[in-house]
C-alpha cells in the first residue's frame, strides 16, 4: 500500500550559489558517506549531485508527512545507490521507499514514493 509520495525541484544555480559560498551547506544536507562521493566529482557533477541529494531529502519529508525538522533532519535520510546505479532512499539506516532523481541545465528534481511493508501472513486470506 502507497503511504506517501513527495516531489521537489530546486534550481541548480541557487544550490551552486549557496555550495560556493562555504562548505555549511553540503555538511548540513549531506550525510558523511555522500560527502564522501561529491568529494570525488567534477565541479558541474557535485552541483548536479548536492541539488539532487537535497530534492530528495525535500521530498522524502513531504512523502512521510513530517517535511524536514526535529522528527526528520537532512542527516537521516540518505541516498545509496546499487551496483547499477540504482538510487534508494533510507531513513535512519533502513531502507524506506522507491526514488527517481532527475537533472537538466538549470534544475534538479526527486520524486519518492513510500510503501508500508508487508508483514508475512499479512494477506494469507486474499486470493487473486
Known amino acids: 500500500m502507497i503511504t506517501g509520495i513527495g516531489l521537489d525541484i530546486v534550481e541548480l544555480g541557487r544550490v551552486r ?3 560556493s559560498k562555504s562548505a555549511k551547506f553540503r555538511q548540513r544536507v549531506l550525510t558523511d558517506n555522500e560527502l564522501a562521493e561529491y568529494e ?3 565541479a558541474n557533477r557535485k552541483t548536479e549531485f548536492l541539488a539532487g541529494r537535497f530534492a ?3 521530498a522524502f519529508g513531504k512523502a512521510k508527512g513530517t517535511g524536514i525538522g526535529k522528527v526528520c533532519a537532512f542527516k537521516d535520510i ?3 545507490k546499487d551496483l547499477n546505479g540504482k538510487p534508494s532512499v533510507y531513513f535512519q539506516d533502513e531502507e524506506e521507499g522507491l ?3 532527475t537533472h537538466t541545465k538549470e534544475y534538479a528534481a526527486a520524486q519518492i514514493l513510500l510503501q508500508s511493508k508487508i508483514q508475512a501472513g499479512e494477506n494469507d486470506g ?3
Request: charged fraction near 40%; avoid cysteine; charge should be negative.
Open 17 to 19: 550559489r549557496l555550495d
Open 40 to 42: 570525488l566529482l567534477s
Open 56 to 58: 530528495a531529502k525535500e
Open 78 to 80: 540518505e541516498i545509496r
Open 99 to 101: 526514488i527517481s532523481i
Open 126 to 128: 486474499d486470493q487473486l
